[in-house]
């Protein structure tokens, strides 16, 4: 079985049981519920979407027979950046609006509006601690049965450098592992 995109469940399958797939920055989701922070109509949130998205990142390893366990996260990095630190200044993203609450934009424009310590609060809990758990739970989970835990954090690239990238430069993979 396969981990649900939708949820960002965690699922085991047959085969290795120690690997485990990250894939943080598949989803296109955002909930209706946070949708008023971004200040874009829905075309060019649409655009946004289209550049930020580690476009089939959960598709080519949901697909590897050998796969073990999936941990995605089921919202959009624009509403939260599981990768990022959520205390901006342990993060250096934050200071180009690309923290775990994204304000920019990939060209650096205005992408959200200031929200409340009580919107963010909500968001941590609802999407960043439980990918976390998930995430954590599956490291524990494979080191009590196999003795041992392998992370595999997948990410895909646009062919070209995007604005906001800091260390953009040089030559670009479609893939990342």
């Not at 690239?157 to 040089?170: F, K, S, V």
């Given at each position: 079985s396969n981990t649900d995109q939708e949820t960002g469940s965690v699922q085991t399958n047959l085969g290795f049981g120690y690997v485990i797939f990250h894939i943080p920055h598949s989803s296109i989701e955002i909930p209706e519920s946070v949708r008023d922070q971004f200040l874009l109509d829905d075309s060019a949130l649409n655009?946004?979407?289209?550049?930020?998205?580690?476009?089939?990142?959960?598709?080519?390893?949901?697909?590897?027979?050998?796969?073990?366990?999936?941990?995605?996260s089921p919202v959009s990095r624009l509403v939260v950046d599981v990768e990022r630190f959520y205390d901006d200044s342990q993060e250096i993203m934050a200071s180009i609006g690309m923290g775990a609450f994204y304000t920019a934009t990939h060209r650096l424009g205005l992408l959200r509006r200031p929200i409340s310590a009580a919107e963010r609060q909500?968001?941590?809990?609802?999407?960043?601690?439980?990918?976390?758990?998930?995430?954590?739970?599956?490291?524990?989970?494979?080191?009590?049965?196999?003795?041992?835990?392998?992370?595999?954090?997948?990410?895909?690239?646009?062919?070209?450098?995007?604005?906001?990238?800091?260390?953009?430069?040089?030559?670009?993979?479609?893939i990342c592992i």
């Open positions: 655009d946004e979407l289209i550049k930020m998205t580690d476009r089939w990142t959960y598709e080519l390893i949901s697909g590897y027979s050998l796969s073990s366990v999936i941990v995605n909500l968001i941590l809990d609802t999407w960043y601690h439980p990918h976390h758990e998930k995430l954590t739970d599956a490291v524990e989970i494979a080191l009590q049965q196999h003795g041992k835990a392998l992370i595999f954090d997948i990410h895909s690239y646009p062919r070209q450098t995007l604005p906001y990238e800091i260390n953009g430069d040089g030559k670009r993979h479609e």
